[in-house]
C-alpha cells in the first residue's frame, strides 16, 4: 500500500527537537519558526510535558468516556482560570475541525436555527460544516455544499448589519477567527467583533471564536478575540492545546445546557490527551509564556517593520505575517534551505510565524539576521 498523496511535503525527516530547534536524519540542525503548524505551543520536548504524558501512560492510557475521568475536570478547572473563563464549561474532542463542527451544532440545538455568517478567507477545517464554513471552493465537495452558510466580507459592517437585517431570525451563529491564520494572518477589528456581539445578542444568534489557531496564549492574551473586550458563546480550539497531541475541545458559555447524547466521541477528553493539555496549560503558566509571546512577538514585529522592502507585517504575538513582494517569494524557501530555518506559508507571498511560545529573544534574532540576508538573495 502506499500513502494516499494529498501533501506537497519538503525532502526533510525530523528525527529530533528541543524546544525552537529540529534535527533532521543528517544531523542538520533548524530553527523551528513553524510549529508544525502553530501546534509546538511550549516547545518541542518539553521536560515537564515528557513527564506528565510518560508517567500517565504508566498508569492508563485510555479510557472512554463511560467512566469518570478526574482528570477531564482538573482540565477543565485549570483551562477556565488560565483562559479567564471559569464560568464556562468544556467539551473535548480531538481536532480544530471537530471543535468547530461541535461548536456549529450545538449552536443550531440552541436556538433551533439553521444559517451560519462566515467571511471571507475564512478556514474554519475540513469536517463537513466546518469545510462548508471555509471560504475555498476546491476543497468543498459537493456532498459539503449547504445553502446555510451566508459568506460576507471580513471587516464589513454594514455588511453584517445588512445580513442580520435580511436574514436575522434564521441566523444560528457567526463564526469568526480572531487573527485569520490560513487566510494570511488578517486581524478582525475590534469594531468588527464587538459589532458581532452587539448583533448576536440582538437577533439571539450565537457568536463562536474560532481560536484553532490564534487562541492558546498565541497572541499574548489566551484568546487573541480577548483584545475587542467581548466575550464569545462558544470558543473552539485546538492546534496548541495538546503541543502535539491530537486535542480539540469547546469552551462553552453557561446558558447553554447539555443533556446526555447531546454530543460525543470515542477518543475526545481521554487520558493521556488530558495529561498533555494539562502540562501545557502548566508551562504556559508557570513559565509566564503568554507574556514572553506579547513581548518576543512585539520586538519581531518591531524589527520587520524596519525592512522597506517587506509588503506589510501583520499580526500580534506570535502570530505573525509578513507580506512580500512577488519577486521575493522566494525568501521563505530559501530560509529553509540556506538558512536552516522552517517558517509557514499563506499564498501568495505572505510567511508566517507560529512559534513555540517560549521563543526567545536571541532565536528571534537569528531569525531576523537570516531573514535580512535572504532578502537579499
Ligand atoms: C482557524 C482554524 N480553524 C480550524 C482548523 C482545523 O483544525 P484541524 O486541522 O485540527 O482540524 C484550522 C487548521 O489549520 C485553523 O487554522
Known amino acids: 500500500m502506499k500513502l494516499f498523496d494529498v501533501y506537497p511535503i519538503n525532502d526533510i525527516e525530523i528525527v529530533k527537537a528541543c524546544g525552537s530547534t529540529v534535527w ?46 478526574p482528570l477531564q475536570e482538573e482540565l477543565a478547572d485549570k483551562l477556565g482560570r488560565v483562559s479567564g473563563k471559569e464560568d464556562y464549561q468544556l467539551f473535548l474532542c480531538n481536532s480544530g475541525a471537530e471543535a468547530n463542527e461541535n461548536a456549529l451544532k450545538l449552536a ?15 478556514f474554519h477545517g475540513r469536517t463537513s460544516l466546518a469545510v462548508a464554513a471555509t471560504d ?38 457567526v463564526i469568526i477567527e480572531g487573527i485569520q491564520g490560513v487566510g494570511g494572518i488578517r486581524l478582525a477589528s475590534n ?37 475587542a473586550g467581548v466575550e464569545a458563546d462558544i470558543y473552539t480550539m485546538a492546534k496548541g492545546m495538546g503541543n502535539g497531541f491530537p486535542i480539540g475541545g469547546i469552551s462553552i458559555a453557561s446558558k447553554f445546557k447539555p443533556w446526555h447524547g447531546m454530543l460525543g466521541t470515542t477518543f475526545g477528553g481521554n487520558h493521556l490527551a488530558c495529561a498533555a493539555a494539562l502540562a501545557v496549560l502548566e ?15 512585539g520586538y519581531l514585529m518591531g524589527e520587520l517593520k524596519k525592512f522597506d522592502r517587506v509588503l506589510e507585517v501583520r499580526g500580534l504575538g506570535l502570530m505573525i ?13 530559501d530560509l529553509l534551505f540556506k538558512h536552516r530555518i522552517f517558517t509557514g506559508e499563506a499564498k501568495p507571498n505572505i510567511i508566517r510565524l507560529l512559534p513555540a511560545l517560549n521563543l526567545s529573544k536571541v532565536e528571534a534574532d537569528v531569525f531576523l539576521d537570516a531573514f535580512s540576508k535572504a532578502l537579499k538573495g
Not at 453584517?160 to 444560528?172: K, R, T, V
Open 136 to 173: 475555498n471552493p476546491k476543497i468543498i465537495a459537493p456532498v459539503n455544499e449547504t445553502d446555510n452558510i451566508i459568506f460576507l466580507p471580513h471587516n464589513d459592517e454594514s455588511a453584517l448589519e445588512q445580513a442580520f437585517a435580511d436574514f436575522g431570525n434564521e441566523i444560528s451563529a
Open 321 to 333: 505575517g509578513i507580506e512580500l513582494p512577488d519577486e521575493l517569494s522566494h525568501v521563505k524557501r
Open 191 to 227: 469594531d468588527f467583533l464587538q459589532k458581532i456581539r452587539s448583533l448576536c445578542d440582538q437577533y439571539d444568534a450565537l457568536f463562536i471564536a474560532d481560536s484553532v489557531q490564534c487562541g492558546y496564549g498565541r497572541t499574548g492574551k489566551f484568546y487573541s478575540h480577548d483584545f
Open 24 to 69: 533532521d536524519e543528517k544531523g542538520v540542525q533548524y530553527l523551528d519558526l513553524y510549529g508544525g503548524h502553530a501546534v509546538i505551543s511550549i516547545g518541542h520536548t518539553h521536560p515537564h510535558y515528557i513527564e506528565r504524558i510518560t508517567d500517565q501512560l504508566n498508569k492508563v492510557g485510555f479510557y472512554s468516556n463511560s467512566v469518570k475521568i
Open 108 to 122: 443550531s440545538f440552541y436556538n433551533n436555527r439553521k444559517k451560519v455568517i462566515s467571511f471571507s478567507r475564512a
Open 283 to 297: 508551562v504556559i503558566e508557570e513559565d509566564n509564556l503568554m507574556q514572553n509571546a506579547a513581548a518576543v512577538g
